[in-house]
């Protein structure tokens, strides 16, 4: 099966997108360039059929054949069955892209958040830079309107020193300014988050169209602070 899909992939490619996404993916190179609504159809393809063979046979020589088993994993109806395999897939993300295509598509992560905190708190305290990302995504994506002080307190206790576990809690700032505006700005003038993440996260935030202008002069005044 394997054998075949890395053909019907390889047919797909396309090269200015292989060159595009090379250039956002720095230390990946085995990128065919297959975009993402192509891969989604795969995925959905495999899900209805054979996936336990293509879970089983995935070698990941390309990096969409990482991308479509995390499409798939996020299709599998089982719940118990979808969280083992997230499990295991966690520690084979190499990329900001496999991680947050990984967030999107896992959308049964909203369903039990109790469960999905247990899973968080596994890897929140992780040295690896996409275990990390994989945390923060996933609060941006699912925790904030549903349990905002167990955000909060993950990007209080944020530590890490890698770009993309930065980069991915910046984001995860910013969403929280654009969703409780007052209490945010209340820790950021505690200087309650990390001094990276919280000037990268008032840049994002004051980038956002959700905020309105006396919002955005205020973090402009925060982020010129510090």
């Given amino acids: 099966m ?16 292989q060159i595009f996404s090379l250039k956002l993916l720095p ?3 085995n990128v065919l360039g297959v975009r993402l609504p192509v891969l989604r159809k795969i995925a959905k393809r495999i899900s209805k059929s054979n996936y336990k ?11 969409e054949l990482a991308l479509i088993e995390a499409m798939v994993i996020g299709l599998i109806k089982d719940i ?4 083992a ?7 084979k993300i190499t990329n900001w892209s496999i991680c947050d295509t990984l967030c999107a598509s896992c959308k049964f992560l909203s369903a039990d958040i109790k469960r999905t905190r247990g899973l968080l708190d596994k890897y929140l305290n992780s040295e690896d830079e996409f275990e990390i990302r994989f945390c923060y995504v996933v609060l941006l994506m699912y925790f904030i309107d549903i349990d905002y002080n ?9 530590k890490n020193e890698n770009y993309y576990a930065k980069m991915a809690a910046a984001w995860c700032l910013s969403v929280c300014l ?28 004051i980038e956002s169209y959700r905020l309105n202008d006396f919002q ?11």
Avoid at 150 to 158: G, S, T
Avoid at 190 to 199: A, C, D, E, N, T
Wanted: glycine share 2%; aromatic share 14%.
């Fill in 53 to 63: 063979i293509f879970l089983v046979e995935n070698d990941y020589e390309f990096m």
């Fill in 27 to 29: 230390n990946t190179k």
């Fill in 85 to 91: 395999l997230l499990e295991k897939f966690i520690p």
């Fill in 150 to 158: 167990y955000v909060r307190n993950c990007l209080i206790n944020f």
């Fill in 178 to 205: 654009v969703k409780n505006f007052n209490m945010s700005l209340s820790d950021i003038k505690r200087k309650s988050f990390h001094p990276w993440v919280l000037k990268k996260g008032l840049t994002k935030a």
């Fill in 80 to 83: 118990d069955e979808a969280y």
């Fill in 216 to 226: 955005k002069k205020q973090l402009y005044k925060l982020r010129n602070l510090n």
């Fill in 2 to 17: 394997i054998d075949e899909l890395k053909k019907e992939l390889e047919s797909l490619a396309d090269k200015k997108y």
